[in-house]
């Protein structure tokens, strides 16, 4: 069982940054596939980023287009913690953010229906 916690949410004006960060509970956090998802009020929860496990390369990643560039993925497995810096905010960026977990190191899922755990998520709003 893996319980996850995210913070560092907030309101940032258009153009700022904000770094959220997921401390995830349990044992073997390397062993998981890590990912951010974003829900904005009246759509559906959207992929943001995801990160698998590798010793080597420190996770390969993938990330939805409208943030390819502006935001960044990355673990800390010594701290169990994954997290998503994001730069260049827009009002479209404003989002409930969700932490997700699948125990599958190897996968870097883009899905939300391939994770199992959830975090209770951290509000991002950004204004013009």
């Known amino acids: 069982q893996v319980q996850l916690v995210e913070s560092g949410g907030g309101l940032v004006q258009a153009g700022g940054s904000l770094r959220l960060s997921c401390a995830a509970s349990?044992?073997?956090?390397?062993?998981?596939?890590m990912g951010w998802f974003r829900q904005a009020p009246g759509k559906e929860r959207e992929f943001v980023a995801a990160?698998?496990?590798?010793?080597?390369?420190?996770?390969?990643?993938a990330y939805e287009d409208s943030v390819k560039g502006r935001f960044t993925i990355s673990r800390d497995n010594a701290q169990n913690s994954v997290y998503l810096q994001m730069n260049n905010l827009k009002q479209e960026d404003t989002a409930v953010y969700y932490c997700?977990?699948?125990?599958?190191?190897?996968?870097?899922?883009?899905?939300?229906?391939?994770?199992?755990?959830w975090g209770q998520g951290t509000q991002v709003t950004v204004s013009s």
């Open positions: 997700a977990a699948v125990r599958d190191g190897w996968r870097v899922a883009t899905l939300a229906l391939e994770y199992d755990y």
């Open positions: 349990g044992r073997s956090f390397s062993y998981y596939c």
């Open positions: 990160i698998n496990w590798s010793s080597w390369s420190g996770g390969n990643t």
